[in-house]
């Protein structure tokens, strides 16, 4: 595995993490089947971006389809305490998708963020991740 795909984990499988269906500290290899909805082993954007769409639904309390660093916070403390050093790192992390800096992340918002980091993350560019890219 390569230093960009480390670094990019955190925001990739942010969605796994925030199911809680999946141990944040889970193999790579688990987070990728749960996202692999039809398990052909080959993770396309339309799977990732349902995963996005699953993420903000859980996380948007008030269901007004934005998320707030509240929500999140509400979210991920009944995953874990906030002094649990991976709290504010899993709050930190919806709120980086904010791309205009408005204190609100819309779904729209997560699915560019998301799109970015699935093309980087695609390094042959042949439009899904498979473990090839990995
Ligand atoms: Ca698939
Ligand atoms: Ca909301
Ligand atoms: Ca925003």
Request: negative net charge; hydrophobic residues 35%.
């Amino acid at each position: 595995m390569n230093s960009t795909i480390k670094t990019l984990i955190p925001s990739l499988f942010l969605v796994a993490i925030c199911t809680g269906a999946i141990a944040a500290d889970g193999k790579l290899s688990d987070r990728f089947s749960k996202m692999d909805r039809n398990k052909d082993g080959i993770l396309t954007l339309e799977e990732f971006n349902h995963e996005i769409g699953e993420t903000v639904k859980n996380i948007d309390k008030n269901r007004d389809k934005e998320l707030t660093a509240a929500e999140a916070e509400t979210y991920f403390t009944a995953i874990a305490p906030i002094t649990d050093p991976k709290t504010p790192k899993r709050i930190a992390g919806v709120m980086r998708n904010d791309l205009n800096g408005d204190g609100r992340v819309t779904i729209e918002e997560m699915k560019a963020k998301g799109t970015s980091d699935f093309k980087t993350i695609d390094k042959n560019g042949d439009g899904v991740v498979t473990a090839a890219d990995m």
